[in-house]
């Protein structure tokens, strides 16, 4: 008996009549079941959101930048999600209620703007006030678990969107801020320079100030040393002014009677005068008598001058001269020469009389000026009196004058240091502002001055620095595609089990006869294997052609799952084959097994490490690595390992088989009544 002949009698038996060969078909159709269906309901979930209704309360109460730009975040957020019909956004009025319609199941989740929304997120041009702008995602794990997960998805893009449009106008803000410091700086720069100017300016000017100081310290010295001088001037000037009141004084008194004096004497040099002009008229009487006495005319006379000095009309030094006359006229004893000493004599007494006379009139002139000089001499001593005063009052300001001479001396030597202090500062202030300005020119040329253009790029950067650019080696096309390696597999491993339900491992005919142990393990397999291989045939068709799926290498994505089909047969006939019954709940716990190692959903890596050594042991893990490459359009290197691996399971459920063929040849009690009827 060959291994073909086996193969089709086993065929043959299990397509004997209507309802075997409707169990075929649907033995054929199980993976459809596990594989096309769950992909079809699974195959694009994220573009159906639409059909999710959730709410939005938008609270926002708007805002108002500092350049009176009006903010309405919130709004434009609930706008743009309404728009954007992610899912079926419903505007609620208040969060109770879009809150209450989480709860119920109404709506899926709920998204709630504040009232502070827009406020918060312009609250950065403020650095002392600044918030973060909150948003309230609402969310119930009883309306789907892994909901949570897509909104909590959805929100982080909300915010990421809302954040890098606040971002980069908060940016653009700064920017602008950065070019007006810029202007600023070189404003700064240009006016440190003009100060720079001025500062040199000023320091020429401090130079002559300095000059002028050291004159004024000079002049001020003179000043004091002048003002010593005039302090003493003033003190003799205060003396002097005194003693001449005293002697004004004195004179006052002593001139007080000259106005009478000089009357008397008026009046007494005109008696005078007119004495001598009697005089003269008896001396002329005596120049006529003269001629009569001789003798007796000496003594005669001599008793009438002694008469005329008692009556005072002559002076005894007159009288004396006349006698003297008379003594030398009794000695010449000529009479012609007393005569002519008479006349002589008589010509003097006239020019005496004369100048009394002048006397006189000199006298009374003076009798009536003497009135006027002693008011002037009043006057006069009076206004020394005021003069004493003002010079002591002169001498006290002196001394108070010497003592502001003498403090602005040293004001004046005190500001020629200052002046010399200034002058080092104002050097200083120079080189300072001049460097200040080197400074701030450098300083403006190291702060940016973007354009319009550069800061909107920049600001588009500073908003979202981090651009991930995602270079995809192989990308699913959509959810099922991503499942599909997975699912299709699980299906392939689940076809294979659910056909042990309804085939025999190994017939009892063929165990019977004498073909040789490998041909009958062989033998048994390919119906397991023909069926596999149509249920693989049908499930890739249905799922390329049905769905859509469009692997990247479809033949070898193909000949992948016919391999996998011929293994997971060969490895589950032969397990059933060897163990009977109890094979059946092996495979089925090698498929659960599989189903938690094998990394359909989530890496492997992720799942507890005991489970590592399973993924690495069992053969659905790998096949699904390799179905992920060739639908994807990874490298294809690891299919080698892959293939050799499948190819070595095959053989490890053919070596299986042989052994149970082995093992049941001989026939035992058990074998015709086992313990556990399959």
């Not at 079926?88 to 009025?93: E, F, I, K, M, R």
């Not at 009697?278 to 005669?300: P, R, Y």
């Not at 089925?588 to 959903?601: E, P, R, W």
Request: proline share 4%; aromatic share 6%; glycine share 10%.
């Amino acid at each position: 008996m060959t291994v073909f002949r086996l193969a089709l009698s086993e065929l043959k038996r299990m397509t004997g009549g209507i309802l075997p060969k409707l169990t075929i078909v649907a033995m054929v159709m199980v993976p459809l079941l596990y594989g096309a269906v769950y992909l079809y309901a699974n195959w694009d979930p994220y573009g159906n959101l639409d059909q999710l209704k959730a709410a939005v309360v938008v609270q926002d109460e708007g805002a108002a930048t500092k350049d009176g730009k009006e903010l309405h975040v919130g709004k434009d957020v609930a706008a743009n999600l309404v728009e954007g019909h992610k899912f079926d956004w419903q505007l609620v009025a208040t969060p109770e209620q879009a809150n209450a319609g989480v709860k119920s199941g109404e709506f899926a989740f709920a998204l709630t703007i504040p009232k502070d929304f827009s406020a918060n997120l312009a609250s950065p041009e403020n650095f002392d006030s600044a918030t973060q702008a909150m948003m309230s995602v609402t969310t119930n794990d009883a309306n789907n678990y892994l909901l949570t997960s897509i909104v909590d998805k959805v929100a982080t893009q909300v915010h990421e969107s809302v954040a890098q449009q606040v971002g980069e106008q908060t940016a653009n803000s700064l920017l602008t801020g950065y070019g007006t410091i810029h202007a600023q700086l070189v404003k700064a720069a240009d006016g440190a320079k003009q100060l720079a100017d001025g500062a040199a300016t000023l320091d020429g000017g401090v130079a002559t100030l300095k000059t002028g100081t050291t004159d004024l310290v000079t002049g001020a010295d003179a000043l004091a040393a002048g003002q010593v001088q005039l302090v003493t001037g003033t003190k003799q000037l205060q003396a002097g002014a005194a003693t001449l009141e005293q002697g004004l004084g004195q004179l006052e008194t002593q001139t007080a009677t000259l106005p009478d004096s000089t009357q008397q004497l008026a009046d007494g040099a005109a008696a005078v005068a007119e004495g001598n002009a009697t005089l003269n008229t008896k001396v002329q009487g005596a120049i006529g008598t003269a001629e009569k006495i001789d003798d007796a005319s000496t003594a005669a006379i001599g008793e009438k001058l002694d008469q005329l000095v008692s009556d005072g009309i002559l002076t005894k030094a007159q009288a004396d001269k006349i006698r003297t006359s008379l003594s030398t006229a009794a000695t010449s004893s000529t009479i012609t020469g007393l005569k002519d000493q008479l006349a002589t004599d008589a010509a003097d007494i006239q020019k005496l009389a004369d100048g009394s006379a002048a006397v006189s009139e000199g006298a009374a002139k003076l009798a009536e000026a003497t009135p006027a000089l002693t008011a002037g001499i009043a006057q006069a001593h009076a206004g020394a009196g005021e003069l004493s005063t003002g010079a002591a009052t002169l001498a006290e300001g002196q001394d108070t004058a010497l003592d502001g001479a003498n403090q602005l001396a040293a004001g004046a030597k005190q500001l020629d240091t200052g002046a010399g202090d200034l002058k080092d500062g104002s050097g200083k202030l120079s080189d300072g502002a001049a460097e200040l300005s080197t400074e701030l020119h450098k300083g403006a040329g190291q702060v940016p001055d973007p354009n319009d253009k550069d800061k909107q790029n920049a600001a588009g950067v500073i908003a979202d620095p981090i651009r991930v650019d995602s270079v995809s080696q192989a990308q699913a096309a959509n959810y099922g595609s991503g499942l599909a390696p997975f699912f299709l597999v699980l299906a392939l491993w689940i076809g294979a089990f659910m056909l042990i339900q309804v085939m025999r491992p190994l017939t009892v005919r063929a165990l019977a006869s004498n073909a040789p142990s490998w041909k009958i393990a062989l033998g048994g397999w390919l119906p397991f294997a023909a069926v596999a291989t149509a249920q693989a045939l049908l499930l890739y068709a249905v799922v390329k052609f049905g769905l859509g799926l469009e692997p990247s290498h479809p033949w070898l994505t193909l000949g992948l799952l016919l391999l996998a089909s011929l293994a997971f047969t060969a490895l589950i006939q032969g397990i059933c084959a060897l163990l009977g019954t109890p094979g059946k709940f092996v495979v089925l716990i090698l498929l659960v097994l599989q189903l938690v190692s094998s990394g359909g959903t989530f890496p492997w890596e992720t799942t507890p490490e005991p489970l590592h050594i399973m993924h690495q042991v069992l053969p659905m893990g790998h096949v699904v690595e390799g179905m992920r490459h060739l639908i994807y359009g990874a490298d294809l290197a690891p299919l080698v390992p892959i293939v050799l691996g499948l190819l070595g399971y095959m053989v490890l459920g053919l070596l299986f088989a042989w052994a149970a063929v082995t093992k049941k040849k001989t026939w035992t009690l058990k074998t015709l009544m086992p313990e556990i009827e399959a």
